[in-house]
């Protein structure tokens, strides 16, 4: 079994930033991937970085491409998630995910366990 807590929402103004943490129990975490998602109210859960097993791929959605940074500490079985140049369209909650695979997908479908979600909110 796999838990997932995420940590590090808050309130940030525009332009500010944030670091996401997603801490994970179980053995499987150094050999999955690891995803991060957000769902804003009245939107479907939409793809915002992925890293795969090793950390030596990534990939992040056009909206945040060159803002966030997807990274991850295979020694401490956490995930990381650094939000630069925070826009209100950013607010969301934000959920960390795993397929326990050793390679990402964009899909959250493809992931089986997920934590509770950080709320961020990013005001003008």
């Known amino acids: 079994q796999v838990q997932l807590v995420e940590s590090g929402g808050g309130l940030v103004q525009a332009g500010g930033s944030l670091r996401l943490s997603c801490a994970a129990s179980?053995?499987?975490?150094?050999?999955?991937?690891m995803g991060w998602f957000r769902q804003a109210p009245g939107k479907e859960r939409e793809f915002v970085a992925a890293?795969?097993?090793?950390?030596?791929?990534?990939s992040y959605a056009d909206s945040v491409k060159g803002r966030f940074t997807i990274s991850r500490d295979n020694a401490k079985n956490t995930v990381y998630l650094q939000m630069n140049s925070l826009k209100p369209e950013d607010t969301a909650v934000y959920y960390c995910?795993?397929?326990?695979?050793?390679?990402?997908?964009?899909?959250?479908?493809?992931?089986?366990?997920w934590g509770q979600g950080t709320q961020v909110t990013v005001s003008l």
């Open positions: 890293i795969d097993w090793s950390g030596g791929r990534r």
């Open positions: 995910a795993t397929n326990q695979k050793l390679y990402y997908s964009v899909s959250h479908i493809q992931y089986d366990y």
């Open positions: 179980g053995r499987s975490f150094s050999s999955s991937a």
